[in-house]
């Protein structure tokens, strides 16, 4: 475990960041090139209501984090088709393996776990939670990882499972491939600057599909009925 009092304080600059935010809601197209932070606040706010969109909008963010690779997933066994996945530069082949195996054996998540620090609004760096030496040592890395490929991790929990209003325990992934920089102090920080955002973004979208659930259910349930049926509201 390594530097734990880091992971704390990314912990209370989020709260601060979270005071006061306003919410940017217009849409732009976006050039081929590493985007601002204003194109990333207005591409997760578009996904709002929309599944597909998440794929894109982290392709934006994994640009914007330099990673090779990123990642929305409920952590637990089989959550690939049981809930909400999306994800950028990840074979489908790698998402099952996770969600079905590997994710009892992610190191990091599992010293996350240990150290109580799966909390919504945790924002974190891989090196910053178990040692270089100690995540290659592990089978994780050694028949996992470096298929993906990834090593370096950059990532928050968007949420812990205790408001049942939200989603079920859900976390944001950054990789960067073997070889490459570690992701930075900065980049700890435009993550932390980008949370509320994330998170605002995410619930709204959540939201949405429930919504949406149920009245799937509700029409459903309409066309099962063998007999007409008229609702008056109360005017």
Known sequence: MKNMAKLHENHYKMQQK???V???VTVENQAERKPDRDAVVQALYSACGNDA???VTLSLMANFFEANISLLVVAGQGQRDKSFYAAFNHREDM???YSDYWWEHDVMLQAVLKARLFTRGMVGRGSDIISNDDLRASRYYREYM???PAEHFLGCILSDGLDTTLSPPMHLSFFRPPGAP???DANVEALIDLYPHIH???ELHWQQRAVQEQLGVFHQSLDGLDFGVIFIDSA
Do not use: C, E, I, K
Request: avoid cysteine; charged fraction near 20%.
């Open 53 to 55: 969109a998440w794929t």
């Open 182 to 184: 570690d992701f930075s």
């Open 95 to 97: 998402a099952r393996a």
């Open 22 to 24: 306003q919410y940017a």
């Open 146 to 148: 470096v298929n993906m």
């Open 200 to 202: 605002r973004a995410f």
């Open 18 to 20: 979270l005071r006061g």
